[in-house]
């Protein structure tokens, strides 16, 4: 079942700009996940948040995390074309749990 | 790239062939997935591997058969496909039961199936 939903579902800014995407979840969760898409390829894990924190960053990445309303966001600071990809939330995946993935955001940012 | 490999990278099958997807992983991780990426449809988990053993078969039909000889190694035998089983193909990677929850995907297979 699906337990991330993202939005919004697409996404088009201009380099050096900011990106902002949200995920929703359903049910109570220990951590969230985000991770990236380039085109047609495999998925890179980004940044990890525990159900204790409430922000974490990595570089131009920021992400939130708010569990009384379920939903966590991703901030791209500074956007790059490089930027460029889908960008999925995803709950679960510890211990034998198997984690369970969002329909995304297709992120354009355009130079 | 990220220490798990696929091959084929691509690969087009009639409906009656049979073809086998191969996945490795170089990062000493002890649980391996199979998921399945159609358009417009969120990441499908399909079948889960912790040490060797089949934890999750997550309702997939038969014609899709898994095979994991060892921590490194997953296979994903075709049979009898469908044109709807079209699809991008991912393996991942994770250290386990008791390890970190992030898992770590290889490039993917795209499979088209006549």
């Known amino acids: 079942s699906q337990q991330g939903e993202e939005d919004p579902q697409a996404l088009s800014i201009q380099e050096g700009e900011n990106a902002t995407m949200n995920c929703s979840y359903k049910?109570?969760?220990?951590?969230l996940q985000w991770y990236r898409q380039n085109s047609g390829r495999g998925l890179v894990h980004l940044i990890l948040?525990?159900?204790?924190?409430r922000e974490k960053h990595s570089g131009r990445l920021r992400v939130t995390l708010d569990t009384s309303k379920k939903s966590s966001s991703l901030l791209i600071t500074a956007s790059r074309a490089a930027d460029t990809a889908s960008y999925f939330c995803?709950?679960?995946?510890?211990?034998?749990?198997?984690?369970?993935f969002g329909k995304g955001t297709r992120l354009s940012v355009i130079a | 790239e990220t220490g798990v490999t696929q091959t084929p990278r691509h690969l087009v099958m009639g409906m009656t062939n049979k073809k086998s997807l191969k996945c490795e992983q170089h990062?000493?991780?002890?649980?391996m997935y199979w998921y399945k990426q159609s358009a417009k449809k969120p990441l499908e988990l399909m079948f889960v591997?912790?040490?060797?053993?089949?934890?999750e078969n997550n309702s997939v039909p038969s014609r899709f058969s898994p095979e994991c000889p060892n921590s490194s190694h997953l296979f994903l035998h075709l049979h009898t496909l469908q044109p709807e089983d079209s699809a991008l193909y991912l393996c991942?990677?994770?250290?386990?039961?008791?390890?970190?929850?992030?898992?770590?995907f290889g490039p993917g297979t795209r499979l088209t199936v006549l």
């Open positions: 991942a990677s994770s250290p386990g039961t008791s390890g970190a929850p992030e898992q770590f």
């Open positions: 049910t109570s969760i220990n951590n």
């Open positions: 948040i525990r159900s204790n924190e």
């Open positions: 995803a709950t679960g995946g510890e211990g034998n749990t198997p984690l369970v």
């Open positions: 990062l000493g991780h002890n649980a």
């Open positions: 591997y912790n040490f060797k053993e089949q934890t």
